[in-house]
């Protein structure tokens, strides 16, 4: 078994090699090359997330899909798949390694090569797996008129031709995000390309529109309240979710009061920001002492939310591939019915509305980010096993514990499993709540963003000490 998974992780690595690979730079980067290589990704991100593939014409949507947010995918452009298939093969890649299906030692450089290429190869062939299954479902040129579907594929030539797009955008992003690991630029290009998909959809829920049979909605909070009144923001929209049965007149329209970009979610969407950088901040202080310094105490910190966003941002990928591959089975499917429970109703009303599904929603994302959390624990080595031996390497124990892995491992354990469960659940209830009062961005999309630029601050704010303090390079050895 294991030889059969290691030869097809050769065999992904090897279409990996195919791909344009990008060389570290030969001396490391000063800040300002960097952040602009980094805003250069961002605008070809950009720029590609506002290019209509041939043939389809985009039709802007009242409604932010979780997909769009966590695959920073744009409806219609090149970005339609966006960085799906990169998250999706790192996911499947690492779940098999850290359940050990697949054996690999990854403090093997061989090993980790072997990793690294496989995860570039498997999402090579799910773009393009993705973008042949999006072009011949029909998906693209489907539109809704009078409740009835109606489909409008062009001319073959033009199918293959946004086959090709689609699946050259894929190797494009998995480019542009290795160039900026790779020393390039800052941080991450996945977490950049979250980040700007979820600014972009705050942005559009303040001053947005979307488009429906040739007519233009103003959607957005601030145009509501100017064309319809102050009134129409207060709890709702009026251009908002069709199950709603209350009925407003605004713009020589008739619609249903919906779950829409209102002056709640407006406010809900500060509190979150506050309350989630507030709890990113907040740590648990284990007592610890140096043995050599004559048993001199200190407190190692431990952060309430231990593993960050990482189960939330796993959980949600599962639900988004789950919403990419009903668009492909399309509606009335049993999976396009499982997509729409696994999605949340946003806002107050549609909360009342439908309490069946948001009940579903929550627990599956409770559960989930739990089992998520636990695993990423043990794959990214935060585990106590792994912390214990880190603390014995560096002369530390726990006061009154033997100079022991396996007894500082003990110990550790009685906080690490409680604060890994309790900060997924943590994670996952600032979700929801989000979602229940209407926050813009959506939960899962403000969870992610308020975290990748809390990482890039402090990236920003280190890297700009090293350079105006060149001592501080020579003591931490870089």
């Known amino acids: 078994m294991e030889d059969w998974a290691r030869k097809i992780l050769e065999f992904l690595a090897e279409i990996a090699k195919y791909v344009p690979a990008v060389p570290r730079p030969k001396r490391k980067l000063d800040l300002y090359k960097r952040l602009m290589w980094t805003a250069l990704a961002l605008i070809a991100y950009l720029l590609m997330s506002n290019i209509p593939l041939p043939g389809v014409s985009v039709q802007t949507s009242p409604n932010l899909l979780l997909m769009n947010i966590v695959f920073a995918a744009k409806t219609g452009t090149l970005m339609q798949l966006g960085i799906g298939p990169i998250v999706t093969a790192g996911l499947v890649i690492q779940l098999l390694v850290g359940a050990k299906i697949i054996d690999l030692d990854l403090n093997d450089p061989e090993d980790q090569k072997l990793f690294t290429l496989s995860q570039k190869g498997f999402a090579v062939i799910l773009g393009v797996l993705e973008a042949i299954g999006l072009v011949l479902s029909g998906s693209l040129w489907t539109t809704v008129q009078n409740g009835i579907a109606i489909v409008s594929p062009p001319s073959p030539p033009i199918m293959i031709l946004d086959m090709l797009l689609l699946a050259a955008a894929t190797i494009l992003v998995i480019i542009m995000d290795e160039m900026i690991q790779k020393g390039w630029g800052l941080g991450s290009g996945i977490s950049l390309f979250i980040a700007a998909s979820v600014v972009g959809g705050i942005a559009w829920e303040v001053g947005g529109w979307f488009s429906h049979q040739g007519h233009i909605f103003w959607a957005g909070l601030i145009p509501s309240a100017t064309i319809c009144g102050p009134l129409s923001v207060i709890i709702g929209n009026p251009l908002g979710a069709p199950k709603l049965p209350i009925q407003v007149h ?44 004559r048993g001199m105490r200190i407190k190692i910190p431990l952060n309430l ?61 409770t559960v989930l980010a739990v089992a998520f959390g636990i695993l990423w624990v043990e794959l990214a080595g935060l585990d106590p096993a792994t912390q214990a031996r880190n603390l014995i390497e560096s002369g530390l124990h726990i006061p009154g514990a033997r100079n022991d892995p396996r007894h500082l491992e003990k110990i550790l354990a009685k906080y690490i499993y409680p604060l890994t469960i309790l900060s997924s659940i943590i994670a996952a209830l600032l ?30 704010t280190y890297e700009r000490a090293i350079e105006t303090y060149p001592l501080l390079r020579k003591i931490l050895g870089e």
């Open 250 to 293: 605004c713009g020589g329209i008739t619609t249903n009061l919906g779950a829409m970009p209102d002056l709640i979610g407006f406010i809900a969407t500060i509190v979150m920001i506050i309350v989630i950088a507030y709890l990113s901040s907040v740590k648990i202080n284990v007592p610890l002492s140096v043995q050599q310094m």
């Open 305 to 365: 939310l231990y593993v960050t966003n990482i189960p939330v941002l796993l959980a949600a990928i599962i639900f988004a591939n789950i919403q990419t591959m009903a668009q492909t089975a399309g509606p009335h499917s049993a999976l396009w019915h499982l997509a729409y429970y696994l999605s949340p109703p946003r806002g107050l009303l549609a909360v009342v509305m439908e309490p069946l599904r948001m009940l579903t929603y929550s627990i599956a994302l």
């Open 431 to 460: 979700v929801i709540v989000a979602d229940i009062f209407g926050a813009y961005g959506t939960g899962t999309g403000l969870l992610l963003a308020v975290m990748i630029l809390q990482q890039y601050y402090v990236m920003l």
